[in-house]
Each structure stands twice: as C-alpha cells, then as structure tokens.
C-alpha cells in the first residue's frame, strides 16, 4: 500500500499542534473519487478550530486540517460521471450541502471540522464533494475559493441576488473580503471597502472597490458609507464580525438592505442592540459558506471574468505551521495558501 | 362646508393627550377618494406614539391618530378607477408603499405617525391607499387588519414563504400574534405558541395554535420548542420585541430558520448576542408593516377562509382615550376596536 | 449470494415486454444503502418508456422499470449517517438532483429510465437517493410519492410559490392532479378540478377540490374557470399535457399566471399559438419532477396533514404488467399500485 | 389658458394617422407634476397601435400615441413630494404598475394605448407615474427607457435575476436587444446576440455582445449556440417575437433556462410545440414591460455604468410621423428618437 504525508491537528488547543504524520492512500469507492492535492488555503476558522474556539463537537486530535484544497483526479470509482483522472478539482466546503437551502447537517460534514480536511497529499472524496476548477486558475489560486469565495458568493447571491447598479459594503481587505470585492465588481456594482491603512484600500481599489474609507481617519464610518451614498445607504454589508464594527454595519445600510454575518472573526460575547435593524427593515444573515450550487454558479462568474485571487503569500507543505501562524497576524491581504505538491 | 369630528394627538406626550376637534370634511382629487371612517383598531405602536417614544420626527401635535381604520366609500374624484360610492374599504398603513420591496419614505407616508390618520370621520384617500374589505367581515373586522394583519402577512409571505407542514412560532396572544396565529393555521402550517396564562393558550389553540408553551412553567422555553420540534426547531419565529425574548427566538430556529422582528414592544436598549444566529445560519428581519401588493393577497386568505380577526373588545368614538388605555395594559387578546360611526 | 427477483424492461416496444428476472442482492459500498422494496407505483411515464416513446438515449433492455418505490432499510454501509437498518424510505426520482435548481443531468439519473428503478425485490441507493417515509403511510402509499406527488408539490413551490387563497386548476384527477388537489387544499388555496366525469369530480370534491368542471358539459371550459373566478382567472394551472387543453389553461390564468407543464401525456406533435401567454405575462414551465429538497418539503406537509394518496388499485408483483395496462387504459382515479413484499 | 402641440392616434388605421393638434397644457392636481417633454422615443407596439393590430379595446382615435417620453418637471402639485421643479423625469410605461407582481390593469393603465402618451408639448402626471432621469443621459438618451430599457431588465431581473458568468442571448439588434446586450454587459454576463447583418453584429460588440451568430450563414443558429457554450445551452433567451425564432430559442437554452417573450413583432398565428421546453425544464414568461421598481432599480445601473442607449436616429416634433415610418422598417440599430423640444 502505497504512503502519503498527513497533517493531524493534534492534541493541544494552540496554533502550534498540527502533526505531520503518515496514513496510507486511501482507495475510492464506486461513486468516489481520489484527489492528489497540490496546495490548500487558510481561513480564520482554521485558526479557532486549532486553539479549540470553534463549535465543534467530539474530540478532533486526529481530524486533517483546512477545508480550502485542489488538486487532481488520480483515480476514480466505477460509479463516477462526473470527473475523470486528470481533471482539476477543488473540495466543497460542506460535503453534505449540494444545493437548495442550507442542510440541517451542513457543519458535521465540513472539511477540517466536522470530518477530515485536505492538510494531506491524497484524500477521497464523493464525486458530489467536488467542482471542477475554472482553466484559468492555479491550483494555489483553485485552493482559495471553497470557504471564502463560495461564502462572499452566498453573501451576495444567496438571498436576495446583488444587481448591477447596487452597492455593496465590504469590511477589510483579508480572504472574504477581498472575494466580496472583487466578485461584487464583476457584478457591475459599486463597491465600497473599509480598511485601518489607506495602503491596503489602494490595493482593494487596484481589484475592484470604487471607494475606500479608513475606519481610522472615520471612527463614525458609518457616516462617511452614508455621504458616500447620497445619504441612502448600501443594498449589502458583508460583515467579517470584527470587533464593534455591526452597529455601524447596521446604520450604513439602506431601507431594506441586508447585512451578511460572515465571520466568527471576533467570537466576542459582544452584544448588540437589535432595534435599529428594525426600525430599517433591515436583514441579518448567518452564511454559512455555501452549497456545490452555489461554487459552481461562482466558478463561471471567475472563469468569464479570468477573475484571479488575490494571494497574499505562499507557504510549502512542511511550513504549515508558519502559514497559520501567519494568518492569525491578520496582516494579510487576500489569502495565505500552502503548496502541498508541485 | 360640512363639518366632521375628528381626534389629534394633541401637545403632550402622554396617554391621555388626544383631543375631539371638528375639521371641515375634505374633497378629493382627480385620484382620490372620501372614505367615511366606521371603524378604526389600534397597535401598541399608537401607545408609543402618544408617549413619543417612537421615531417620527417634526412636530405631530395635530396629526390624526392611528394608522388603522375601514369605512365607506362615499365620494370619488374624477380619475378614479379602482373604487365606487358605496365600497367598503380599509386603509393602507403606508400610502407609498404598493407593491414590490420596501420603499424608502415608508415610515413617513405611515398613517397616524407621518401623515394623518384614521381617528376620524372622514378621510380622504389617494385610491392606491386603500383596499376593499372582505365581505365577510364587519367594519369592525376589516378595521383590524392594516398594521398587525398585514405585518403578520408580511412576516410569513414577504421573504421566504411559508409552506405547509412548516412550523411557526407565534409569541403571545396580541394583535400581530393573533393574525400569525389564523394565517398560518389556515396556509396548512404547524403553530406554536407561547403566553404567561394558560387561559390565553386555550383561547389561541381554539383559533389555531397546535401547541402552547407557557413560559412561566417553561422559563427556558426554546428548549420546550425544540422538544416539541423533535430537536430541529422552527422555521419561523415572529418576534413582536417583548423583554429578553429574542435569545429564546434564536435558540427556537431550526438551521436557515428566519426570525421576523415585527415590534418596538419592548423599545428597550437591550441587547443580545449576534452569534448564535450566525452559527446556526439564520435571518432576522425587520418588517415594517407591508405593501398594498401584500395586503390585497392576504385578503384573498382571510376571504377564502372566512377568518374573523379576533377583536377583544369594542369602544365608542367618544371613549378612545380609554381604547388606547386599555391597550397599554397588555391584557387583550387580539385586537382593541373603536367604533367610529354605526 | 443471495438472489432476488426483479423486472428487465425486455427487449419488446410493448406494454408487455417487462421480463421477470433473478439477480444478485447487491450490496452498499460506504456511503450506499441496500433496501428491500415492498411496494412499487405506476407513473404515465413508464406507459411511454414500456413503448420507447421516451426521450432516452441508449439501450434500456436491461434497466429494471419504474421509479417510484418505498421498502425498508436491510444494510447501510460505513460512511452512512442518514439512515439506519429499519427505516422506512422511498427513492428519489432523479438521483442526482439533491436541492436548488435543476441539475443538467437530470434526466441520466431517473430511475426506471436512465438508471434502474425499482420493480426489484433490492436496491441499492446512495444514501442521498433516498428519503424517510411520513409515518402514518403505509408502503403502498409511500410508493406513489416519488414522481406524481413530488411533481405536484414542485409544480405549486418550484418557482413561485403557491400562497394560501389563490386559487389552483388541476386538469383531471389522475396521479399528479390528485396530489395536486390534496396538496393545494392541504395550502389553504383554492382548488379548481376539470374532468369528463361527474363521478370523478365528486371524487375530487371528496379529497380537496372546491369547484368540479365537467368538460363535456364545459367544452369551453376557461370561460367556466373565468367565471368562478370573477373574471379574474387562477394563479396556477397544473397542466398535464392532455390533447388540446393547453390554449384553454392559458385562457385560464389570470395576469402574471403561471401555466406548469407536468406530463408528457399527450407526446403529441401538437401546436399552439403562444401569443396570448405573452400578452397576459403569463409564465409556462416545465417541471421535471424534482430534488430531494422538495420531496422532504413535501414530506413534512403530508406528514402534517396526514394525507393519504390516492390509490385506485394494488396489483401484486407478479401481476405487474397488468398495472401497467391498467394504466394505459387511463380509467383511474389517483395511483396504481404494486405491492412488491408483503 | 396656456396651448401646447399635441400629437392624436387620428382616426385611420395607418402608420400616417397621427394628427398634429392643440391642446390646452393640463394643470397638475395635489400629487400631480406637470411635465414639459422633451423627447420621445418609438417601440414597434407604436407601429402596431397606429395599424391598429395591438390587443387595445374601446377607440384610440383621441389618444396621445407613444408611451416612452422624458421631460422636465415645471410644476407639481401641493402634495407632491418626490419631484421638485426643474427635475429631469421620465414616464413609466403602466401608470398603475410601481412594483411587485404585475397587475390586473398593466394595459389598461399605459402610456399611448389606454391612456394617454407622450408625444406632446406638455402632459400632467401624478407623481408615482414618473421617474427621476440618470444625470449623464440627455433627454433623447432618457426618453428611450420606459419601454424599451425596463422591458429588457425585466426579462433579466423580473424572475430569476441574471448573475455573472451566465450567459443571455439577445435576438436581434433593435431597440430592446440593444438594451439587453448593454445591460446583460454591465451585469457581468456573457452576451451571445444574433443578427441577419455582420455588420450589426460588429456593431452589438462594440456596445457588449461577446458573439455574434448570423443566422443567414447558421440558419440552424441554435446549434451554434449551443457551440458556442460548450453544449450546454444559455440560461436566458430575451425573445423578441421574430417569424419563426421561438423553436430555436427554446433549442438554445440550458437545462431549467429561460425565455423572456418581450415582443409583439410578429404578431403571427404562428404556432409551436411546447413539448421541447417541458423535456428541458425550462420556463417561458411574457414580459408587459415592468414596474416603477424595476425601472428605479435599472436607473442605478444605468447610472453607475454610465451606459449611453443606442440612438439610430433622432427626428424632429415635425417629422414624427417620418420617424414611425422609419421605425416599421426595422433597419435600425437601438432606438429612434424624437426631439420635442430643444
């Protein structure tokens, strides 16, 4: 049988714990396919889920890292229709959620939580568990979409579908973020990206934001999201969940627009005061990623659009470690990806 | 001229403040209509106008009170196409608001908040603000439906649509609660119910509740929905704002369920704890009564199904300071009336 | 290995081709789950693929017929974590479309067409394939779920869902219309029944329907629907196909009115002119059954109301091919059954 | 009392009907605004009202033809609140219709065909009837958007809102198509146009269209399209009503596609077989051109994209009968203008 090199999130509740370990290959079954990763991304999540502040139930000492991997077909079973060896592909995020409305299911089955992640050189999937990768991608760049891209998708289509003409609040400049804006953009809406640097909201502009506001400069940023709208506020807000950032989020929207929650980015026991998204109209929205529908009807807005990610910086395998260590300094803009293979 | 009797709020922020003038009966326009007011209902948004804890601005000393009211067509101007003398007709909560999503002036094209309202024996009516009545139901009934009716409507019809075999949860027994309570029984939905009296559970049951919880002998009474939900929770929750209740609500929902805040009943500065309704993937919405679009369906329902609202108890025009009184007390079930005229 | 027996389509193109086969039990791989039949149901579908004049591709000799089964779960594989050994299930119709949209290869993955059905003693299913039976069914009336009824609920909640006090037509009173009535009913929406048979429409009246048109009495019978409707016309029209009705169904509907086409009954070369459904905005739509989302939807509505199917007759399984001529004869009320396994 | 020039149907059936006559300008009621009009513009359903083969009940002789104009507002009355003097505006096309569904008097209620239209010095509107102009688009430019423009964003937007990386197939090169190909453009969609001309394919490109099909070198253009999406179909055909096109649109679209029917061009009893689109799940909708909403909604992309509408030709006040003639021969590319005024 043949060996594979596995990362293992170990036993400590810290960012240090992943374990480079050896499993075998694993064989597909009839309906199945088997996957050589070549890189895997990193999100927030990844983060909580190694210093043990994530939702999840049962011990996961043993459960592969990430949810964010592509690679290639290698092998597949009998039953397979829609893949052959060699094709490109990445993981959905929620193995269980295919499409329609969000599965009762939908955080047991995730990668790298609920069930093994693509932290490893090989890993089977069901052919239902994957999509195929736009031709204009890398797989550096393939490996970043399954959690944040699909979910800037959810944010903006999900719902109530983003139209050309709208406009469309993101928060920061990290891995959703950076999606938000550069999706948003090739929808033919208006962008507007909050940052603390004007360094990073002149390279938001450069992928796709009409407007920037420095939350430092602007501590009422709110106000500035409302004069920049002629005072009637955007259609969406793709809130990350940063820290005291909702009742702005709540008072920049418009009549009747929404605000995404898309992040456990602050995992505060923060609390808010409700009443002013109601006395708006507004919408409050858990995402919670996204179905293979919706990556799928993502993945042709990319590919027409050549859409490429934005990547933040590269890491190899053996540096797992470094590559989240690095995220969780949230000095990034766009994503940071690990190269499982070559 | 004729001369008609008619109520303002009068100057001081108090209960008791409203006061009987006599205004000159008004003539329509090319596109309006002279309804004579026979009834009008009230909603505990009209207590929190009164005591100005409510957010209009400018100067409401001599706006008509109350937004909800039905009558008689008795006069119709020139371009009128929609209604005849002799129509039995109510108001729509916000005369901008026809059709499609939110608009942005709803709060100040409300009746009895923005503009005048029905207190009143007489009003004139663009011909796009009012509805016909249902046959079947009294002056009294249709007077009952424009703010809780529409908004219970709204909540079960205006984002994701109720299906049957879905399950609701109504809180309390009151006008908006009533109305969910009917409705939804009569979509062929599962209701469920919360009250502090067993009484009002009984009375709900008989009108349409399958279940009742009482949160005084059920103080965590998410668990008790859940229970009652074979662990998945509801699909949705109309909040109507009581103190402390939406943690509860979000405890209530099933993944992707949605919560309606459809009240300012508690008007509280209180807050909670956005997270759980990110984990679990939920909506909370804010509604703002509803368009005449959604009126005129929801009139198809209660027609087809013969619904009689449930009104708890009827005041003369002379007595509606006391209507008003009792209202704030919280004891009804149902709706509070005013008998305008015979 | 054990054997079991099954039907082959047969090489015939006649109603009387289904061959009685022995197989091999098959057996779950990881994700799978082996499930005994015990009854079958009868869609006009496999009168036309019985006949090959089906649009499928390739040769169907082999398939096993029919997509419409219900039995009792014998063996799960490792991976399986929706099902358990004892429950009761039916097949999805098309196995592949799990939610949202309709998935491109639909049709490839129907049972009893592209893949096999299930006239089988055993069947193999993904655990996707499948969904749990409403309790109070027995497996007759699960059985007559997968195709009739999940078409009938896609028809009224695929695109815009039905709402309670519209009102809905259904053409005759056959597998998909009898569902349609009791769905629709079960709503709290209004239910028109066209037939040639006064019997029938008693019948109807009996299981949900509130107005029969008899269309010998009623050759025109739009202008009936027309007038039971106030001149207005329904919100829905659930058309099947039958010869020549489809210029009264879009006669029938009223502006904005949605015409769902559900039957490949008439597999005519028929023509019609479609400048009136342009000129009342109306929309016509073909619905191809549906995805599990609907069918488990569904499932909670028909558990809710504990509604039974309508089943015309049991055959047993020996005496399969007479249900399928008693099909074709088209004489029924409701469904034709084939108990499999007592 | 202040004359205006006013344009009247005239009594003969013809496309040289129209008569030049003097009106007295009309005086806005309380939430009226009086318009002095600048331009107008032409749709085919002018040359069909004018031969009088358009779906019209009672005598149009009196009416002001044309339903598409765009002025400057010049006084409103006292309860008007949406317009101040000196506003640029544009008509919508159904008075009654300002959002949501449809309604019952969409025909009745528009512009130069149950009412009164716009080729006129000066016509009185209520407020709700009009809309507020993009700033960047002149007169001429805004006048071509109340049929034309809102008709296309509905095709896209009024069922299943259009999303990046879908594909749209615009039949044709006139006045709707173009704003099909702009719109579907600036919404991040592919655009696939066809036409009997390369010269008007060259055109379409330069304003959008990503591919061209001329359907005199592919007579079987369909299967071009579907070439040219890697066989998979498109998911929106706006279909203009040409002789003959409707099987090879419903030929051209994916799986669960769409066929908006926007036009009346053909006016033919020509007749097709429903059949295909039910075996292809896909869903055919007439589109009465669409609602104040709609039309609010596309001004912001308009707007944002600042999207300039293709103008053929502009003819003077005089000439207007000159511009219908031209219009008839459909050898125009976008829209044909009249100047009004200057």
């Known amino acids: ?3 594979m090199k596995t990362y293992e999130m170990g036993s400590a509740s810290s960012l240090d714990s992943w374990q480079l370990v050896t499993r075998e290959v694993p064989k597909p079954g009839p309906s199945q396919v088997l996957v050589r990763l070549r890189a895997a991304s990193l999100n927030f999540r990844d983060v909580l889920i190694a210093s043990r502040r994530y939702p999840i139930s049962g011990n996961i000492d043993s459960i592969v890292p990430l949810s964010d991997g592509a690679g290639e077909v290698v092998e597949v079973g009998d039953a397979v229709t829609y893949f052959a060896v060699g094709d490109r592909v990445a993981g959905i995020f929620s193995q269980s959620w295919l499409g329609g409305g969000v599965v009762d299911d939908v955080m047991q089955s995730a990668l790298g939580g609920g069930i093994d992640g693509v932290l490893s050189e090989y ?3 069901d052919q239902t568990g994957l999509v195929r990768l736009p031709d204009h991608l890398s797989f550096e760049e393939g490996a970043t979409l399954p959690c944040a891209a699909v979910t800037a998708w959810n944010a903006l289509y999900g719902l109530k579908p983003l139209q050309p003409g709208q406009t469309v609040l993101a928060l920061g400049t990290g891995g959703v973020s950076s999606f938000v804006i550069q999706l948003a953009h090739a929808a033919g809406a208006r962008v507007i990206v909050t940052s603390s ?5 002149g390279r938001a502009k450069a992928f796709g934001a009409d407007d920037g506001i420095n939350y430092r400069t602007y501590p009422e940023w709110s106000a500035e999201v409302k004069r920049l709208t002629d005072g009637r506020g955007v259609d969406h807000v793709v809130e990350i969940g940063g820290t005291g950032t ?8 418009r009549t009747g627009g929404i605000i995404s929650m898309v992040g456990l980015l602050a995992v505060s026991s923060e609390k808010i005061n409700p009443m002013p998204l109601l006395t708006i109209g507004g919408i409050m929205r858990g995402v919670l990623v996204g179905s293979r529908e919706l990556f799928e009807a993502m993945n042709r807005a990319i590919a027409y659009h050549k859409i490429h990610p934005i990547i933040d910086q590269v890491f190899p395998f053996e540096e797992a470690k470094q590559a989240l260590a690095a995220l969780a300094t949230g000095q990034h803009v766009g994503k940071i990806v690990i190269r499982i293979a070559d």
């Open 1 to 3: 049988m043949t060996k």
């Open 246 to 253: 909702l009742p702005h989020s709540i008072a920049s929207i």
């Open 123 to 125: 890993r089977v999937f």
């Open 197 to 201: 640097s004007d360094e990073k909201l």
